[in-house]
């Protein structure tokens, strides 16, 4: 790994697993990350297998911070007991164990959202911001992070709220994934979004919304068309803020 990196990072999501290493001064890649498509079986074998790859890619030293974001919510030592969008067998699995034993070496892992929150908290769009900030993801969910005064909640499962109206499960609705299937228009799509963070910000009374996940890179196409009362802004990490926080959640919170 190069000697810029100070830390490893991974994000698993829906379509593709990336990596990179973390310059954590600079809160950025310190090489260009590889992306390996999710396996269409994204089972803990088959998943835990691309991991491995990753770190033998990069030649990841066994002493770096291993960091990596996984789409449910992660409570290290205990059995997985939700999981949306990767393989049902994850159910019942020590997620961290898997990892840690696949890659030959502890690792952390955290959920995805909170990855990226915590990265933008540090380095991005909610640096500096106090009070209640939720950095959202729009993929192919909708992840969720509560970040109160720089302090993480994590685990939270807010893109999982029941719309009213019979709208049902938020991500179903409203994740980026749904508008690339329905051939949504942007303008569209800002008024599910608005439904969506309108609650959000009914129940949680935030003092920002940050919205991340790669649609963010054309947030100007959709987020001044919703239309809520708190400040809402597009993430400045983007798609890499799940690699840089995982990096700098293991770096930070290694030994918890
Ligand atoms: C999962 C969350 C995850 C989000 C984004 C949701 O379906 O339940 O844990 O953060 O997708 O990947």
């Given amino acids: 790994m190069i000697e810029t ?18 310059n954590l ?6 090489e ?29 030293p066994s002493e770096a911070p291993v960091g990596i974001a996984f789409p449910a ?23 961290t164990a898997v990892f840690s034993e696949a890659c030959g070496r502890p690792v952390t892992v955290v959920n995805d959202a909170d990855a990226a929150g915590v990265a933008e908290q540090q380095f991005g769009a909610a640096k500096g911001q106090d009070g209640l900030v939720i950095a959202t993801t729009l993929g192919t969910g ?20 029941e719309l009213p109206d019979g709208k049902g499960d938020a991500e179903k609705y409203a994740a980026s994934s749904i508008r690339d299937r329905e ?33 963010s890179r054309v947030s100007e196409k959709f987020l001044p068309y919703v239309d809520i009362v708190t400040p809402i802004v597009p993430a400045t990490l983007h798609n890499d803020a799940g690699i840089i926080g995982a990096a ?3 770096a930070t919170k290694a030994g918890r």
């Fill in 183 to 215: 051939s949504m228009s942007y303008k569209k799509w800002a008024r599910r979004l608005t439904k969506y963070y309108g609650l959000m910000e009914k129940y949680f009374n935030p003092d920002l919304f940050v919205v991340g996940g790669g649609v």
């Fill in 248 to 250: 700098y959640y293991a």
């Fill in 142 to 161: 909708i992840g969720t992070a509560l970040i109160y005064d720089g302090v993480l909640i994590p685990n939270t499962e807010l893109g999982h709220i």
């Fill in 32 to 60: 260009p990350r590889l992306k390996i498509a999710t396996p269409a079986e994204s089972t803990p074998r088959a998943v835990a297998d691309i991991v491995r790859q990753q770190l033998d890619h990069f030649q990841v």
């Fill in 5 to 22: 990196a100070q830390a490893f990072g991974v994000d698993i999501g829906g379509s593709g697993i990336k990596a990179a290493p973390v």
């Fill in 25 to 30: 001064e600079q809160g950025g890649f310190a």
């Fill in 73 to 95: 919510p992660i409570r290290p030592g205990r059995a997985l007991t939700f999981m949306a969008n990767l393989d049902k067998s994850w159910i019942g699995v020590d997620v």
